[in-house]
């Protein structure tokens, strides 16, 4: 039996057991931290010599010199030819659904004149170089290498450098290709916290980036933390996250199958169901038991599920709306028979699946937007991962004789107000 809460919002506890189910603590493990900030310093200090060095403490591989963890552009390519006619055409109609997506994000620089002459604007440039961190060992992650790696280029990024580890030696070639189709120019075979390190300060081999995107463990989690400000960073993911809204009209085996399709992921993963419908609860509940048998990753299922999901009876979709926008969560299906009615009502969420044929499971992989995305409750104040996060923004501003002469008495004004003389003179002179 799988051990999932059962939440009514008319309990007299509810709110005490809501408080509990969302409860998560992401407060850095010390010695996780520890460890990091020696690797971190380690390579800072000894560059290729310490990355070797934790490549081959970490991931068993017996590599002599650098050159011996790279994998250049035709050994991508080679990979993308060895993967199955079949694995290769849905790489390819999944990069190009991304790739139209995120094609409409791009921003356009802008500027606009003033009656007296000033120039005003904003300049938008790509990064120059951007890092892609792509786990590997127990699961391989192309879509992850996709998601990562086409807004990049789209938004006109030059160098893109990827790294992953290779535990014993084993490369995964479906994410080699991924690699290939995506645009990315190197592969590093290193990984954990050393390959964070490399990135972000360079080293003799690899080169120094400008930020570091891509999901990883707590020890590469910890080492983006850590050089953040150094060079920037997507963000710091937690656990995955799905909420259902059902009206109680969707095949429960369906609701069931969107459940496991996040707590798969991992035992801290979070799973929650909110529906009026208590005999959909019910059904529900009979579909996990009765499907979970046949799950290969079953057992992280029934961690998850028991740990941290919930079946949760609201007393109408209105009230569901409420508790999704404090829930935020990371991915929200709205499993209903208006899902636009209710889409107004959402402010909190980081992707949205509208109507019963919208599985999360095809946005993970080739619906189009992002699955880089927020969790633990940050899509309050977060977005997915954009074209937007690999361009930057320049003011422009170009002041006329006659521009001067006005902006120069309020900017004067105000600097002596903040006690800096310079700056008003500064102002003044241009007055003159």
């Not at 050994?75 to 079949?86: E, P």
């Not at 969790?375 to 997915?384: H, I, L, N, V, Y």
């Amino acid at each position: 039996m799988t051990a999932m809460r059962r939440l009514d919002t008319t309990q007299p506890d509810f709110e005490a057991r809501l408080e509990e189910l969302l409860a998560f603590e992401a407060a850095q493990d010390p010695r996780v931290d520890a460890t990091v900030e020696a690797i971190l310093a380690g390579v800072k200090a000894r560059g290729d010599a310490a990355v070797l060095e934790y490549t081959r403490r970490f991931d068993r591989v017996d590599a002599r010199s650098m050159s011996q963890l790279v994998i250049g552009r035709d050994d991508l390519w080679n990979a993308a030819r060895q993967i199955s006619a079949v694995q290769r055409d849905a790489l390819g109609a999944a990069a190009t659904r991304i790739q139209m997506y995120h094609t409409k994000q791009l921003a356009a620089s802008w500027e606009f004149t003033e009656a007296d002459g000033t120039v005003l604007g904003q300049r938008i440039t790509p990064l120059e170089r951007v890092g892609l961190y792509v786990p590997g060992g127990k699961a391989a992650y192309p879509s992850s290498v996709l998601m990562n790696a086409i807004p990049a280029k789209v938004a006109g990024v030059a160098d893109l450098v990827m790294v992953t580890p290779t535990p014993d030696g084993e490369r995964h070639p479906l994410v080699l290709a991924a690699a290939a189709l995506a645009g990315v120019e190197r592969v590093f075979t290193i990984g954990g916290a050393q390959a964070v390190a490399a990135l972000a300060y360079g080293t003799a081999t690899v080169p120094q980036v400008d930020k570091i995107v891509g999901p990883g463990n707590a020890y590469v989690a910890a080492a983006k933390r850590r050089v953040f400000g150094v060079v920037g960073i997507d963000m710091v993911a937690g656990p995955s996250e799905i909420l259902v809204v059902c009206d109680g009209a969707t095949d429960a085996d369906w609701i069931a199958m969107d459940l496991f399709s996040q707590a798969e992921h991992d035992e801290l993963a979070q799973a929650i169901l909110l529906t009026p419908d208590a005999a959909f609860i019910d059904a529900v509940a009979a579909s996990i038991e009765r499907q979970l048998a046949g799950m290969p990753r079953r057992d992280v299922i029934r961690a998850s599920l028991a740990g941290r999901g919930a079946l949760i009876k609201v007393r109408d979709l209105d009230e569901a709306c409420a508790l999704v926008n404090r829930v935020a969560p990371e991915h929200l299906e709205l499993s209903v028979a208006e899902p636009r009615v209710l889409l107004s009502r959402i402010r909190h969420a980081g992707a949205i699946f509208l109507g019963r044929y919208a599985s999360e499971a095809l946005g993970d992989y080739c619906a189009g937007p992002n699955h880089v995305l927020p969790t633990s409750r940050t899509a309050r104040f977060s977005s997915p991962l954009g074209v937007y996060d690999f361009q930057k923004r320049s003011s422009i501003i170009s002041v006329s004789r006659e521009g001067a002469q006005a902006l120069g008495r309020i900017a004067a004004e105000l600097a002596r107000g903040e006690g800096l003389p310079a700056h008003a003179a500064s102002a003044e002179y241009r007055m003159k």
